[in-house]
């Protein structure tokens, strides 16, 4: 088939700094992708509900290899059909997902309530009867309503079902037989199996949920429960505190993260070390990932099958390295983890000028950052205006925004974006921040700062801050001094922004 480029550019915010684009851009006939299987690092399998058919797709072509486009309706979409037969002559009606099961493959069929079975030389049906059902057993006396999200055991023996009407997932064994897993969940479908447990999109709550045995546990999301509608939202944060909204797919990496298709947000999030990030997002609802669905992990790719775009995404997750920070560095933690976060980025490609001093336009761009991990959907703008704040400078929005919560106050009428920050500044900034929040800042109001040897440099008006930043554990000084005058290097304010995050829990 002709190959076609890309529909839309990606010009998602890469907050883990991986590079994505959309390589797999065949000629889908305007199909809306949904389940996805690499077979091989070159080529791999993806479901289409909108053209009813199973894909192989490589990086220049994709070719039918199950199911048929059928006639199109009165609204031009292709007709689904329930009809086992071989290889060329076999129809789905929607098939959802599909994985590697025994010596074929099998594909969830969602709206005709069954699971199928492709190989080379045929496809047919697993389990179900066609119709909506709830019962255990084998062939056509199983029964599932809309089965979605597939997964397969380590040894290939059984296989996960998503049965996602029924608020259950079903497990089938090598020879045919159906049993109910877990039940009494809300939606669920995405589904991967790692590491000795099943990993589940409960979609419905908007969350993450690991199964260990029979033991249910969430790994990520929460929710507010309004008139019996489960309400998810878009932050980042620690696990128990991060919100998805509705999401769809997920896949576990050799280092144990886990990748989740934020459908509602039009994301792809990452869960590592009790933490979500995002690891990369629409901008503008033109760019991908628009609504991505299926997601598979290899080694250190990613691949998602994306629903409304139509094209399948490639994410690099090799680890950004700069070449100016040592392994060993004291600040290294810290400027791994604020460039995962999306606080800061490297200055180049490779490097992170970590004792470079940081302007006020800067650090009002860091705080910013820092305020939307906690909430993506905040907006970052205001109504504050000063002479050298142009429209639209790079850190204009990032400006208003913190003159207009007190944040960044101007100079003499001037928000003076190129000034550098002293450590004082800094400290003071990020206590006026907290205030504005409510966070508790109480803390510091019986810390004696006179231990340290230049507490007299400190000056007035930043007492109060220094006092909390330096009780909050924020702050330590450097043998035995706060040096409060000097210029706050990008190394010290990610180190301090991210003692801010964990004091406050963010």
Not at 449 to 476: F, K, R
């Amino acid at each position: 088939m002709k190959k076609r480029l890309a529909a839309l550019i990606l010009a998602a915010i890469m907050l883990s700094s991986a590079s994505a684009s959309a390589l797999y851009a065949g000629d889908y006939k305007g199909g809306s992708l949904s389940g996805i299987s690499v077979i091989t690092d070159g080529s791999m399998l993806v479901t289409d509900v909108y053209n009813k058919v199973l894909w192989k797709a490589d990086r220049d072509n994709a070719a039918i290899i199950a199911g048929v486009i059928n006639i199109p309706d009165v609204s031009g979409e292709p007709i689904g059909d329930y009809y086992d037969s071989d290889i060329r002559h076999g129809t789905f009606v929607l098939p959802w997902d599909v994985v590697p099961f025994l010596d074929g493959y099998a594909v969830s069929d969602s709206a005709s309530n069954t699971v199928r079975y492709v190989t080379e030389e045929y496809l047919r049906t697993l389990a179900g009867s066609g119709e909506a059902g709830n019962a255990d057993g084998i062939g056509e006396k199983a029964s599932f309503d809309y089965p979605t999200g597939l997964a397969v055991d380590k040894e290939n023996f059984i296989l996960y079902i998503a049965d996602t009407g029924n608020g259950s997932i079903r497990q089938m064994d090598r020879h045919g037989y159906v049993t109910t897993y877990v039940t009494g969940l809300s939606e669920p479908t995405g589904l991967c199996f790692a590491n000795g447990s099943l990993y589940a999109a409960e979609t419905g709550k908007s969350r993450i949920i690991k199964i260990t045995g029979k033991k249910t546990e969430t790994v990520a999301g929460t929710y507010d429960a309004v008139d019996g509608e489960f309400i998810g939202g878009f932050a980042d944060g620690p696990a128990d505190k991060a919100r998805f909204d509705h999401p769809e797919g997920v896949s576990v990496a050799d280092d144990g993260a886990i990748y989740v298709s934020d459908t509602g947000n039009h994301a792809i999030r990452m869960i590592k070390n009790g933490r979500v990030y995002t690891t990369a997002e629409s901008g503008d609802l033109l760019s991908m990932p628009v609504s991505p669905r299926g997601i598979e992990v290899r080694g250190s790719m990613l691949y998602a099958a994306d629903f409304s775009a139509g094209d399948i995404i490639e994410i690099s997750l090799a680890k950004k390295t700069f070449s100016d920070v040592p392994e060993d560095a004291w600040f290294a933690p810290d400027a791994n983890e604020a460039v995962l976060m999306g606080i800061v980025n490297g200055v180049s490609e490779d490097t992170f000028s970590p004792g470079t001093s940081t302007t006020r336009a800067m650090f009002a761009a860091m705080l910013s950052r820092m305020h939307s991990v906690s909430d993506r959907n905040a907006v970052i703008d205001g109504d504050a205006a000063f002479p050298d704040v142009t429209q639209d400078s790079w850190f204009g929005s990032c400006a208003r925004w913190s003159a207009d919560r007190g944040i960044i106050k101007g100079m003499d009428g001037y928000f003076a974006p190129n000034a550098p920050v002293t450590r004082e500044q800094a400290v003071t900034m990020l206590y006026r921040y907290a205030v504005s929040e409510g966070f508790d800042v109480s803390m510091g109001e019986d810390t004696d700062i006179l231990s340290y040897n230049d507490a007299y440099a400190v000056s007035e008006w930043a007492v109060p801050a220094m006092q909390w930043a330096c009780g909050a554990g924020i702050i330590t000084g450097s043998g035995g001094n706060l040096s409060p005058g000097e210029y706050a290097t990008r190394a010290q304010l990610v180190h301090m922004i991210l003692g801010f995050i964990r004091v406050y829990g963010k």
